[in-house]
């Protein structure tokens, strides 16, 4: 049985999210029905990220069975005639047979994460739906001192969902870096895995940083109060992007 793997590109704006709910559409049901359209096989697409509801994905990995062998380009090029003729904002990248013990998800070493924060008193008109709009001048050095805080090993509990089902709230962020390029700001980051709402919950916390209303102290305090009422306001999901993931 050809085990393939698809790295996929989609906006997430009109989805409740990767993970397949009864009654609504998924990233990952829009895919399988593609996939089912052309192979005639039901599928159960494995994704390296559950992302959420308006979270989006430049390059999400996932793998699925097939019986019979398809040519790559021919999955590949398919699946994107089926999602094009159901309208959905989903490309398939690219599709290459891997190995039978190839897993999407426990097979990754590092997932990466962009957040964007359009910074400007205007909203916006392009990028509509792909960025945070903050009108208030953030400080993006202030962002970035606190967010040295928060990389390396430690109990992420503060910054992480009440719905999170990780075993474990203890995690490693490789990287958490802050730039401003204009007026956007990028927030990158890294690490072998994260908790539900991790990412955003960080950002939201680092905003504050920005604001002035908190300082270093104050986010490494909320990090260390182990409690998620520390935590501050969770960013939405519309400026998170899943960049990349490292096997």
């Known amino acids: 049985m050809p085990r393939y793997r698809i790295d996929i590109e989609y906006d997430g704006s009109p989805y409740v999210g990767w993970q397949r ?13 593609a996939i089912a359209a052309f192979s005639g096989e039901e599928v159960t697409l494995h994704g390296a990220g559950r992302t959420d509801a308006g979270v989006h994905a430049l390059s999400q990995v996932a793998h699925f069975d097939l ?29 290459v047979p891997v190995a039978e013990d190839f897993d999407a998800r426990f097979s990754a070493r590092a997932r990466h994460y962009l957040y964007r924060i359009l910074n400007r ?24 001192e606190a967010a040295c805080r928060l990389v390396g090993r430690h109990d992420f509990t503060t910054f992480r969902s009440i719905q999170c089902q990780a075993k474990s709230p203890v995690k490693t962020l490789d990287r958490l870096a802050v730039s ?27 905003k504050k940083a920005g604001e002035g209303t908190w300082s270093a102290d104050d986010v490494e305090a909320a990090l260390q109060a182990r409690n998620r009422a520390a935590c501050g306001p ?14």
């Not at 709910?21 to 029905?33: F, L, P, R, T, Y």
């Not at 699946?79 to 904002?89: D, I, P, Q, S, V």
């Not at 990028?127 to 400080?139: C, F, I, R, T």
């Open 21 to 33: 709910q009864a009654g609504q559409m998924s990233v990952q049901e829009a895919i399988e029905k």
């Open 67 to 95: 019986f019979r062998d398809f040519p790559p380009d021919t999955v590949r090029d398919a699946a994107n005639a089926h999602l094009a003729m159901a309208g959905e904002t989903i490309s398939v990248l690219a599709a």
């Open 121 to 144: 008193r205007s909203p916006p008109a392009l990028e509509h739906g792909k960025v945070w709009h903050v009108p208030k001048k953030l400080d993006a050095e202030a962002m970035q």
């Open 180 to 206: 401003r390029l204009g007026d956007e700001i990028e927030i990158r980051a890294s690490a072998r895995s994260f908790l539900h709402n991790q990412v955003r919950s960080l950002v939201g916390t680092l």
């Open 234 to 247: 969770v960013a939405p999901p519309q400026g998170l992007y899943l960049v990349r993931v490292d096997y």
